[in-house]
């Protein structure tokens, strides 16, 4: 992995929100997702991907923004650091307060 790359994202997901629970047990399976969230607001769930970069973004690409009743995703990158991590924190709580 080149220095630098990121290690981790955050990904935001739109979605029919009758689907969500169906949505969710998919992403469960998904290689690299180690925490997902239900929100409500804008968007309706979070997940956090870890992982070699290239995977992460082949995951996010066709395993999540792919599934059928995911109508848009947002995705923030960051490498991970404990003052980038507060930052992602950060602007994510933004986003959907």
Do not use: W
């Not at 960051?78 to 991590?85: F, L, N, R, S």
């Amino acid at each position: 992995m080149v220095k630098g790359e990121p290690k981790a994202a955050y990904v935001l997901i739109k979605c029919e929100i009758d689907r969500r629970p169906e949505i969710v047990k998919k992403l469960m399976q998904v290689e690299g997702i180690d925490e997902i969230q239900k929100t409500y607001g804008e968007y309706d769930i979070i997940v956090r991907i870890t992982g070699e970069f290239e995977k992460i973004k082949s995951n996010i690409r066709s395993k999540i923004c792919q599934q059928s009743h995911v109508r848009g995703t947002i995705t923030l990158f960051y490498k991970d650091t404990i003052e980038q991590h507060e930052r992602v924190e950060q602007i994510v709580n933004e986003i959907v307060a």
